[in-house]
């Protein structure tokens, strides 16, 4: 019923002003458009909302990521502009440079000024 629609993600902010300085001088993001539900982006094809709330920063899993090509260079240019790459060393899981490699696929992951984690993946073929 729902595959023909576009999933649109909310993610949580405690400040959403330092949220909205996080997602636009750290990524590089513009706002697509603002009300008092929160702050609305547009990236690639898709958007996703981001809300404020108390409740920020509480989940422990990815909330949202991207799909890239170039990760390092992704990485690095992010990594100038001041984003830190979680290192993690779980079982089936371990980061070397803040990027874990699962079959054909590399990942990495970042926390947003609010706590949310997020991801980079790059797909191998």
Do not use: C
Not at 51 to 79: C, I, K, N
Not at 98 to 123: C, Y
Request: aromatic share 10%.
């Amino acid at each position: 019923m729902l595959k023909d629609f576009d999933l649109v993600p909310t993610l949580p902010a405690g400040d959403l002003e330092r949220a909205k300085r996080f997602y636009e001088e750290k990524l590089g993001l513009t706002p697509e458009s603002e009300d008092p539900s929160g702050v609305h982006y547009r990236t690639g094809s898709t958007r996703f909302d981001l809300y404020p709330t108390q409740f920020a920063g509480v989940a422990q899993h990815t909330l949202g990521g991207w799909d890239v090509q170039d990760l390092e260079g992704v990485m690095s240019r992010l990594r100038d502009r001041g984003v830190v790459f979680e290192e993690y060393d779980f079982p089936g899981l371990k980061t070397e440079n803040g990027i874990a490699t699962l079959g054909p696929e590399r990942a990495a992951w970042f926390k947003d000024s609010e706590g949310n984690i997020l991801a980079l993946a790059e797909r191998g073929a």
